[in-house]
């Protein structure tokens, strides 16, 4: 046999019910399988593309930002929030204004809501607190802290609970920054490796098009997509579909490119976390900032 037959693209995908739509999409689609697809949490996805064990898929923001010369971006998708996006918050026993010099404790699934949540606080709130790396579980991450940045799945349970939750507060990242900037914010893109584009062009446009017809497909049907993941978990109908339909933003355009650039100036600003002058490519365009 030959050993030389085509390898499928090696492709990333959020094990967070947030990309939930783009994989009914992609089974429905049948999208799935022409992918060799990978199911991970973002921070470990997006260590994969980087060393080149994925040739695409979602990455963190702040990770695209430090590898923006190695990536290309896949334009009009990206797992974003124009206001309340419900999944990505600072959950906190104190208000903000009190937590100069407490522990704040980061989820180390995150790079991007943790990040965005310092500069958040330090620029905005104006506090300094000593910050933690700790597993993504709510309730540890608040034993021996003030607050917590979470993301994901369990964060989305708290945003639910928080009305139930006496003595916490759930401060929503994606309205906080709507609330300072009056921009979208972007946490994770979809990016390709220069080097697979180089070599696969044809085949990165194929998949580019396969996720935007599962993502547009998964959107379409959503009613379905709800009723089949409020039979594994803790979430209603209502609430998923809010969440799918309302609160997050898989569109990846003009206004979300200033909601990024904007991140990076005030990251750049506030302690050169990336390099300045970064290039965002898209398969169509090239932006400066
Ligand atoms: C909306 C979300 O977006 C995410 C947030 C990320 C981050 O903070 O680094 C990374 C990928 C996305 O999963 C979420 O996870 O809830």
Redesign the pocket.
């Known amino acids: 046999m030959s050993t030389d037959l085509p390898r499928k693209p090696r492709v990333g995908h959020?094990r967070?019910?947030?990309?939930l739509p783009l994989l009914w999409g992609l089974s429905r689609t049948a999208g799935l399988l022409d992918l060799d697809l990978s199911c991970d949490?973002?921070?470990r996805?997006?260590n994969a593309l980087v060393a080149g064990e994925l040739d695409l898929g979602?990455?963190?923001?702040?990770?695209y930002l430090r590898h923006a010369d190695e990536l290309v971006v896949l334009p009009d998708l990206a797992?974003?929030?124009d206001g309340p996006?419900?999944?990505?918050l600072i959950v906190s026993k104190v208000p903000l204004d009190r937590l100069e010099g407490e522990v704040v404790s980061l989820c180390t699934?995150?790079?991007?809501?943790?990040?965005?949540a310092r500069l958040i606080l330090a620029e905005r709130v104006g506090v300094n607190p000593v910050y933690r790396d700790r597993a993504p579980e709510l309730a540890t991450m608040l034993d021996q802290a003030s607050a917590a940045v979470i993301?994901?799945?369990p964060?989305?349970r708290a945003t639910v609970e928080a009305s139930r939750t006496t003595g916490l507060a759930v401060h929503d990242?994606?309205q906080l920054w709507r609330e300072w900037t009056g921009l979208p914010f972007v946490?994770?893109l979809f990016a390709v490796r220069r080097d697979y584009l180089r070599r696969h062009p044809e085949r990165v446009r194929q998949v580019h098009a396969a996720l935007l017809a599962a993502r547009d497909l998964g959107l379409a049907e959503v009613d379905r997509v709800c009723e089949h993941a409020a039979q594994w978990g803790p979430f209603d109908e209502p609430i998923l579909k809010r969440y799918f339909t309302e609160?997050?933003d898989y569109g990846f355009g003009d206004r979300q490119l200033r909601g990024v650039a904007e991140f990076a100036r005030r990251v750049a600003k506030a302690d050169g976390g990336f390099p300045t002058g970064i290039r965002l490519e898209t398969l169509h365009t090239t932006e400066q900032f």
């Open positions: 959020i967070f019910l947030n990309c949490t973002p921070e996805l997006g979602p990455i963190s923001l702040v990770e797992v974003g929030s996006v419900l999944s990505c699934t995150s790079r991007t809501s943790t990040r965005l993301i994901g799945d964060a989305l990242l994606g946490f994770a609160a997050l």
